[in-house]
């Protein structure tokens, strides 16, 4: 009697544990395609990002790296309108490409290279105000510059930005030294309408803290629509929530492709071979995404490959690594892990209200033609 | 008695300088497969120097590497080399000199099985490659070096 109890209790177990782990996702390639700009003369383009009007549609936005134009397009490859960004006069080189993050079409955020402020630009393309980094970091100190890039935007809550503050004073060979980096939080979030609330604020995962070198040194972040900041990291599983400078929930949300982990030799740094072949062989995290219209969080992961091609006469690059996109749901549980064809796809993706536009793979990867796929959610 | 520890010895010399001999043919194979397939050219029989510019690399180690070099193959009188620029590479405006100078607008030089960064400088003799040195910030002062021996 005792015996069946436990088998029956067994049985339950089991089964709800299942029901608990797997609830497929399917995701469906459409016939639908569009490419940006297919008859212009754009040569090469930088800070590819989306933004949410307030009536809820998505908008795409790449800078003109040549022209220094911010172009944007609605959510079907439909050009909307161009704006040419002034140069603030600190800026003494010409080439110097911004990182730009659209807040709305009138409302552009700029980061100039090498810089300790964020410019905002109006729909006409002059400055309307800049914002400078003053907070003092943790330790005290005020020796860093503010760096963004497509694997680590600027962040908006509504309110706030977050901008990754990189510390100056400190070279990162050493065990000692990335412990000292990994102690000051990543970012400095400044406040749009009181920029002079601002402070050091954000995470890394305990990986990094105890000073070990995976060659990642800036977080991946995004914001979901309660103004709560999600922290990854592209060698850690954890993703970490936050909201007012407070981790309010951690969860574990490990690719089932994600295969032993590596140190970075300190003695090879600087060893561009083998630093290239790190970075091939390595699985790695690249990207964090919140969708609006489903509530889902999406983890890009690209997976380990061998170095050496099979002829062993060349070698693969970072964009013949596999990938996946890890799905999950409001509450960072994983729903499903989806691979795909890296030989047609790009690990790089806008959720808009019909489904996913994924980029197409093309030779190369900053240079047009900038082609998406629309991708719907099965009912 | 010390006669097993020199047959030892023997071995582990042979044992070595047969896995750099197969090193060197290997670079010969893969650098042969890439003068041919981007250039449809292959290594020479007379002594040859390559100077390889990836896009892999040190901006600025590089421009510092490739001045040094370019001071050095004066020095010596070097005429037979030859510069393969990736496409992508920003250093090679300064270039000058008596030698030979290709862009490999296939982008091959970036994907070849070969350790090669900022800039390497590749020896052939009789159609093989005889060493194949990429130069480091701090190997910069050994480019002479490298050239001569």
């Known amino acids: ?379 | 008695m010390r006669f097993p520890y020199l047959i030892f010895l023997l071995v582990v010399l042979i044992a070595c300088n047969d896995s750099k001999q197969e090193i060197r043919d290997q670079t010969t194979v893969v650098f042969s497969y890439y003068l041919k397939t981007a250039f449809a050219d292959s290594i020479p029989d007379k002594k040859h120097v390559y100077i390889l510019i990836p896009k892999l690399g040190c901006k600025g180690c590089r421009q510092d590497a490739l001045n040094e070099l370019q001071q050095q193959l004066v020095n010596s009188g070097e005429k037979n080399y030859t510069y393969i620029a990736s496409p992508s590479s920003e250093s090679t405006s300064t270039l000058t000199g008596h030698g030979i100078f290709r862009v490999d607008s296939t982008g091959l030089i970036d994907k070849i099985n070969l350790p090669v960064s900022n800039i390497a400088i590749l020896k052939t003799e009789n159609g093989k490659v005889i060493s194949l040195v990429s130069i480091r910030s701090e190997t910069t002062d050994s480019i002479g070096y490298y050239l001569n021996h």
């Open chain 1, 1 to 379: 009697m005792r015996n069946c109890f436990l088998i029956i209790t067994l049985i339950y177990l089991v089964t709800g544990c299942q029901s608990e782990t797997s609830q497929a996702v399917i995701l469906e390639e459409t016939k639908k395609e569009f490419m940006l700009l297919p008859d212009s003369s754009l040569e090469k383009f930088s800070s590819l990002s989306l933004f949410y009007t307030r009536d809820g549609k998505s908008r795409i936005v790449l800078y003109d790296n040549l022209r220094h134009a911010v172009l944007f397009f609605d959510e079907t490859g439909k050009h909307l309108s161009r704006v040419i960004l002034e140069y603030p006069d600190s800026i003494p080189d010409a080439e110097a490409v911004p990182f730009v993050k659209a807040l709305s079409a009138d409302s552009i955020l700029a980061l100039w290279p090498s810089m300790r402020c964020v410019y905002l630009y109006g729909r006409n393309g002059k400055i309307i105000r800049k914002f400078d980094a003053t907070a003092e970091l943790k330790d005290k100190q005020k020796n860093y510059s503010l760096v963004a890039m497509n694997m680590s935007p600027i962040a908006y809550d509504g309110a706030t930005i977050f901008v990754t503050c990189t510390r100056l004073d400190v070279v990162v060979r050493t065990k000692e030294a990335r412990q000292i980096y990994y102690s000051t939080p990543p970012d400095i979030c400044i406040n749009l309408m009181r920029p002079e609330r601002q402070k050091n604020t954000g995470t890394w995962p305990a990986e990094y803290k105890s000073g070990a070198s995976y060659r990642d040194f800036y977080p991946q972040r995004c914001v979901n629509d309660k103004g709560e900041i999600i922290y990854a990291f592209s060698a850690s599983d954890s993703i970490f929530v936050m909201k007012d400078d407070k981790i309010i929930s951690r969860h574990f949300c490990k690719s089932k492709f994600m295969t032993q982990r590596h140190f970075f030799p300190d003695d090879s740094i600087g060893h561009f071979s083998y630093l290239d072949r790190y970075d091939v062989t390595e699985p790695r995290y690249i990207t964090i995404m919140y969708d609006p219209y489903r509530k889902y969080y999406y983890r890009f992961v690209t997976h380990t490959i061998e170095f050496e091609k099979e002829d062993g006469l060349t070698v693969n690059t970072i964009f013949d690594k596999p990938w996946s996109l890890i799905v999950m749901d409001k509450n960072f549980k994983i729903l499903d892990e989806i691979i795909f064809d890296n030989k047609k796809f790009l690990p790089a993706a806008f959720p808009v209200r019909e489904g996913l536009l994924i980029r197409k793979r093309q030779e190369t990867v900053m240079m047009p033609p900038i082609t998406f796929s629309l991708f719907k959610f099965a009912e």
